[in-house]
């Protein structure tokens, strides 16, 4: 059954688009959980078409025919990956921080100072 390899790439880039925009959604809705996970299956898909992009530059594997000869040229290394699904994850674990501090101040000021409630 033919397949067209580029396809399969196009997919995961696709995937990869749509869990960093679930992700953003539901950091905007406040669930950083939430957001994690989408992260991390962005960064899966993300990796996954970029392994399959690699895979696609790369010669076939020697032939059955000739199962002693070897290429003369070492396969390429692949390129590391991208630091932007890191980089988001430092940035919602960030603002998670900043939410607890800012929620923890405010819980400091409404709270009673000695027993007393200064209202």
Known sequence: MPTDFGDITAYHRHESSRYYALAQAARDAGDLSKAEYMVAMAARHAEAAHEQQMAMMLDPGPSIANPGQRSRWPAPQPE????????????????????????????????????????
């Open 80 to 119: 590391p990956s991208s630091i932007a699904p890191g980089r988001l994850l430092a940035v919602l674990r960030g603002a998670g921080h900043i939410a607890t501090a800012i929620h923890k101040s405010v819980s400091k000021r409404n709270a009673p100072f000695q027993g007393l409630s200064l209202r």
